[in-house]
């Protein structure tokens, strides 16, 4: 359960139009205000901004290198953007912790288990921020659905701190709520057809009484429901009832025509892919075995494009045509590189990729045919993200597209690329008056127990005394291929304030350096993301940059048990250890809720290999 906060509000205003485009900078604002949460809490003690300017002003090209101190950009915290279309009626869907309601936009990811949750809670008129922390960002999703791709708004709850959904809609255009109520859904969107007559949903069968909270999650369902019916009525489109630990994400294509199945299977990164011809009924099993990641980007008629990690761990691009599908005409598009190819959107009949390379991102473009067109200028060392994905935000036939950018010193700001004049504009800046020129952000890599070298940020004041007595708190993760990025809260921000130093440490068990890495960190090889973690931490003290009582280790959700872990390993090496919500008993977790999806990445007590 997240702490209560205090949660001052930010008014907003919409027109009664919207187009494609407008849709496009919304999902990029409604999301930007859980991702900074941080920033609206009574820690944060002056929320004036600092930067009035131009918001038709391109941002400044700014280079990066391995020590990258950063500036606030200049520009506005808001900035209007011009309707092109007109509205048309239009439902959407949200999802929050609590009964609210939201400003929201549409979203094509695909809802998975996580290890951490996060909620907003907002009323018409306002956003109000609940602080949650964000730590799985890239598989906690706060999904939001609209029809029509434009502005919208709904609610739905939960209870008990659960990750059971109840769902409610609600109509754009009157405001009213319909009656339609969706329960027992968990890990899953919604996929509305064209026509808004209705959405692709997945859920589970409604526990036994008093077992809604214990009861392990299996055999998940995909539905679909038409609006104005009871759930009762809603068909059942897809089951597996051989296969207990399927899930389903419903997708439909951006021109309407296929609804695509991603098939997956607890939190293993590997996933199947079935589709449908929505003028059918047939589910097609285009990639029926679980041996690698597949994520659709899109498609020109039966043409499907998959960013996949098969036969390349650090990703690449393929094409799949799905009138003849046999694997020796799969053709690749943007073949793997030296760096991680970590999301692929589909935007003015460009490739637009987000590249992770050593823990921070770049956008690069391409043709269609893989052909490569540029690289944008990012303002520093950071991260990319729309929608709590490493991705931005736009439609094929946009000649813009829209994204999130932060860093440790850098608060979620929001751009837009306009493809015409090869040239970003800031549109959202979060009011916080902070001088991040006082503190520096510096990349170092320090050499494991078996010599593999560990990317570490450290985030200081500027001229930091090297006599071992500054307090520095060590931040990691290490798995389930989850990159730990660059990011900005005023938690760290407060730390900072008082003279703290902030290491990250980007151990194996993620997904900086792709699939390979991630394997590095699970199962048999988990020993060696606390090996990482230790080699950091001895790092810090042999440099002087802090000393043992000053030294504290923090991590939440898998990141606990590597707290849990280390602490128990190298109790003396630490002054401090906060082992958050971690996953303390290896011995069990898999028989509880949804615990048995962390069987990928953890193994079993339950295989006697394993348990050995």
Known sequence: PVPARTTPSISLSSSGTCSRKARSLSVLLSRAFPAISWIFTSQSRRLNSAWPADPAAPVAPLTASAVAPEAPPASPRTASYQARAPAKKSLSLASANQPSTIFLTPSKTQARPSQSRSGTSRKLGEVHLRLGE????????????????????????????????????????????????????????????PDASGFFYARYAAPQAGEEFQSANYYQKLYFHRLGSAQEADELVYERSDEKEWGFGGHVSEDGRYLI?????????????????????????????????????????????????????????????????????WRTIIPQASQVLES???????????????????????????????????????????????TVSGWRADQEFFFGFTSFLFPLTIYRYDFESDSLQTIFVPPVNFDPSRYETRQVFVSSKDGTPIPLYLTHVKGLPLDGQNP????????FGISLMPGFTTGRRVWLEMGGVYAQANLRGGGEYGEEWHQAGMIH??????????????????EKITSTPK????????????????????????????????????????????GWAWVSDYGSADDPAQFC
């Open 525 to 542: 090889n988990k020993q060696n993301v606390f090996d990482d973690f230790i080699a950091c931490a001895e790092w810090l003290i042999a």
């Open 551 to 594: 030294l504290a280790i923090n991590g939440g959700s898998n990141g606990g048990l590597l707290v849990g872990a280390c602490m128990t390993q190298r109790p003396e090496l630490y002054g401090a250890c906060l082992p958050a919500v971690g996953v303390m008993d290896m011995l069990r977790f898999h028989k509880f809720t949804i």
């Open 261 to 329: 199945l991603n098939i997956w299977q607890g939190t293993d990164v590997r996933n199947r892919v079935f589709y449908r011809d929505l003028k059918g009924s047939t589910v097609v099993e285009l990639l029926p075995e679980l041996e690698a990641s597949y994520q659709f980007i899109g498609n020109d008629g039966p043409l499907f494009y998959f960013r996949t990690d098969l036969e390349a761990p650090r990703g690449r691009l393929m094409a799949i045509d799905t009138t003849n599908p046999r694997r020796e005409q």
């Open 472 to 479: 520095t708190l060590l931040y990691g993760y290490g798995g």
């Open 344 to 390: 692929v959107r589909l935007v003015n009949d460009q490739f637009i990729a987000v590249i992770n390379r050593d823990a921070h991102h770049e956008i690069h473009r391409y043709a269609l045919d893989g052909t490569w067109l540029g690289k944008l200028t990012l303002p520093t060392l950071g991260t990319v993200m729309s929608n709590f994905e490493s």
């Open 134 to 193: 964000f730590e799985d960002a890239r598989r906690c999703y706060e999904e939001s659905l609209s029809v029509d791709r434009q502005l919208g708004d709904g609610r739905n709850t939960s209870a008990s701190g659960s990750d059971w959904q109840t769902w409610h809609i609600r109509s754009v255009e009157s405001g009213a709520d319909l009656p339609d109520t969706i329960e027992w859904s968990k890990f899953s969107g919604a996929a509305w057809l």
